[in-house]
């Protein structure tokens, strides 16, 4: 499965912002384990880098940023991802970016804490909590 995260799950791991980082940290072993293929919107790392080096300062958001990448695959935001993000019912342009890369990159869903945010979205949307129990549900692939 191909799998959008949101950048605020992506926060909540990198900031280890409570009560959220166990369950990013969790996703994250998982993709590491290969058991998802995880995704961040190419608009991720930049606010990340924005924010990131207020909070715990260059050098370390970078090197953060530089771990992630090494975890997650980039989607990319095109001109046609960016115009049709501006068509999309979405409250917030941000959210209608991400969720326009993931669609155009062919991803499976997308997992975000703000759900509301993506009540119009075209793609399955989960929870972080929500999307481990739906993993832990799948069978297992049979050798």
């Known amino acids: 499965m191909r799998v959008l995260l949101d950048s605020d799950v992506v926060f909540d791991f990198v900031f280890e912002r409570r009560p959220f980082f166990q369950a990013a940290r969790e996703l994250m072993l998982l993709i590491t384990n290969g058991e998802f293929d995880g995704y961040i919107s190419s608009i991720t790392p ?51 970016v991400q969720h326009a890369s993931a669609f155009e990159s062919g991803l499976d869903a997308i997992i975000t804490r703000n759900v509301k945010d993506y009540k119009k979205a075209s793609l399955p949307i989960f929870t972080p909590n929500d999307f481990l129990r739906h993993l832990k549900s799948q069978p297992k692939d049979q050798p």
């Not at 207020?54 to 370390?60: D, E, L």
């Not at 771990?67 to 989607?75: A, G, K, N, P, Q």
């Open 46 to 96: 930049v606010n990340l880098f924005y924010h990131g080096r207020k909070i715990v300062g260059a050098t370390k958001i970078r090197q953060g940023i530089s771990d992630l990448l090494t975890l997650v695959r980039v989607c990319p935001t095109t001109h046609a991802c960016l115009a049709q993000a501006l068509s999309l019912p979405f409250a917030d342009y941000e959210d209608a």
